[in-house]
């Protein structure tokens, strides 16, 4: 069964970076449509927090990480990272990446529906 294997999590101090990575299993490819990141820390509700439309690499990205973190995508290698920038202890969180098909690119959802392959997440830890 298809899911996406994300990588690149660990822990850091705040201020610190990590990039996250994110690929189909196997042999797949994202195929056209949107690849997302979520985060869920204890407690709280799953957050979608970037997205990249993998036809036009067009990204899209919750407020509160604008200017921190980028999305980006290497077609040559279907992988899809986030890159995360000046971290803070609130960013703190299990990280998943999901995607879902669309044809056209007429903007990413951050929400979960209706991303409907998944990753089994990667944590990051940011230590203050």
């Known amino acids: 069964q298809e899911h996406l294997l994300e990588s690149g999590g660990g822990s850091v101090q705040a201020g610190g970076s990590l990039r996250l990575s994110c690929k189909p299993s196997?042999?797949?490819?994202?195929?056209?449509?949107?690849v997302a990141w979520f985060r869920q820390a204890p407690g709280m509700e799953r957050e979608g927090i970037s997205a990249?439309?993998?036809?036009?690499?067009?990204?899209y990205y919750l407020d509160s990480v604008k200017g921190r973190f980028s999305i980006s995508q290497d077609t040559a290698t279907q992988t899809a990272y986030l890159q995360m920038n000046r971290l803070k202890p609130e960013d703190s969180a299990m990280y998943f990446c999901?995607?879902?098909?669309?044809?056209?690119?007429?903007?990413?959802?951050?929400?979960?529906?209706?991303?409907?392959?998944w990753g089994q997440g990667t944590q990051v830890t940011v230590s203050s």
């Open positions: 990249i439309y993998t036809g036009t690499g067009t990204p």
């Open positions: 999901a995607r879902y098909i669309a044809f056209r690119d007429t903007g990413c959802y951050l929400t979960a529906h209706p991303y409907t392959i």
């Open positions: 196997g042999d797949r490819r994202f195929g056209s449509g949107c």
